[in-house]
């Protein structure tokens, strides 16, 4: 049974810093990439950030780049999301998802993404 636990969420004022944790159990870790996406209520997902299955290649959007870091550990199968310099639009519920389709999977879309947590919330106050 594949699991992805989600922790580390919070409320912060604006500025300030958050540390997501992604646990994974019940399939290969390291095969699989592995995204962090987010959303508020009445919109779409969106994508964060990606991470390659070896941990060397990654992805941001272009709202969070330079002050988020995606990182992983296929030692302990977790996966990490580094919020800096967050802001008030930052708020919302963060999902990991992993795909074991790494070429098609990105973070324009949730199609080809074959596992979600169930999400830890995020509130910026300003």
């Known amino acids: 049974q594949v699991q992805l636990v989600e922790s580390g969420g919070g409320s912060v004022q604006a500025g300030g810093s958050l540390r997501l944790s992604c646990a994974v159990s019940g399939y290969t870790y390291s095969r699989y990439c592995m995204g962090w996406f987010r959303q508020t209520p009445g919109k779409e997902r969106e994508g964060v950030a990606r991470?390659?299955?070896?941990?060397?290649?990654?992805y941001y959007a272009d709202s969070v780049k330079t002050r988020f870091t995606i990182s992983r550990n296929n030692a302990d199968n977790t996966m990490y999301l580094q919020m800096n310099s967050l802001k008030p639009e930052d708020t919302a519920m963060y999902y990991c998802?992993?795909?074991?389709?790494?070429?098609?999977?990105?973070?324009?879309?949730?199609?080809?993404?074959?596992?979600w947590g169930q999400g830890t919330q995020v509130t910026v106050s300003s």
């Open positions: 998802a992993a795909s074991y389709n790494c070429v098609s999977a990105s973070l324009a879309s949730t199609t080809w993404w074959n596992y």
């Open positions: 991470i390659s299955t070896a941990g060397t290649r990654t």
